[in-house]
């Protein structure tokens, strides 16, 4: 299983694949959905590559909004050890 | 409510089982001045306004993925087959079965669809324009939606929807549903309607494998005014450059953003009426807000 460090990276290079045209390379504060670097037609990829490497499946019910706002949101969120915070 | 008792249908309010409800009276009266009341908010962003046909191409919403994101919402215009054998055979045929349904022989292919939402002729219409400034329009329509169950004036079969659209670059997108947001908030509160603002989405069929509604549960661009927690009177909604991409609405060279507000009008007149009861005279007054619409009904 990957650790968190390669996951990120793996996470973040996919996200690079995703915007051929960005000048810049991405960060983990980079907004992916607000910027439109990640589209509609790239979330069900995401989710499967997020439930791959967690091991468990996502509940797509349980997603609120902000979920995917940027990398360093999706390690939080998907990958912390820490409980979640109530919303 | 599941049908209208008397008093209803004494304001004016007749119920078909097939989700179809048909004003007159003192309730139609209200239905026209809250119409009215709705173009006189359009009116602020001078916005053009339209009367569009019943059918839409079905090949221009499928341009926007709405046959496979709506399939159990949409209702269709069916026709014989324009052969006079054809014709023939249906004529000297049974016609109708005990149960109502139409015995229909070949049918011309399907290729249009009822409204399902009264600003998608907007976009159709407006394809592979180029705007110079903010376009803001205004629409009405008897959209169609098929529902498993229909309740009279919640929800119908066909029913009418009262829109306003703005076109334009995302911060004058932004900027018209704010601002919209604010008008709806005060025109509920002139009416004493209760209500919650609530984030919403569109209802997708099989929603969890549909990834724009997992886009829209991640980032949301609806909000819907919710009226006693049970029904939605209107709802502001950002569709980003989703129609403009797909329609080549072009601002600058560039697909441009747009955004809507939209009253369901049988809706409005539900709230209304459960608030201020089936007595007209205890209706608030519609005509001074239409004059002074930031003003307070009686």
Known sequence: MKSPEEIETSLRMWVQRKAPGLQTEVQPTTPLLASGIIKSLHLAELIMMLEMWRGEPIDVQSLIPGDFQDIETIMRRFFSTQPRESQ | MNAPDSTWIRIGLSWHSNGQSVLSGPLLRLAKRLDELFLRLASKWQAEEFH?????CASKLNQVDYFRAFP?????????EQTPENIDEFVKGKVMDESGALLLTRTDPIK???TPAACYPLYIHHQRSHFAAPGYFTVRNTCFRREMQYRPL??????????IVCMGTQDEVSNFLHTAQEQVTQLLGALKIPYQWQIATDPFFRPTQNPNYIMQRVSPVKQEAVYRDDVALGSVNLHRDHFGAEFALLRDGKPMNSGCVAFGLERWLYALIMEHGLNPEHWPDLDSLISNPSGHSK
Do not use: D, K, Y
């Open chain 2, 52 to 56: 569009f046909p019943t059918f839409v």
């Open chain 2, 72 to 80: 159990h919402l949409a209702t269709f215009p069916v026709s014989l």
């Open chain 2, 112 to 114: 249009e669809i009822l």
């Open chain 2, 154 to 163: 919640v929800r119908q079969w066909a029913f009418n929807m009262r829109e």
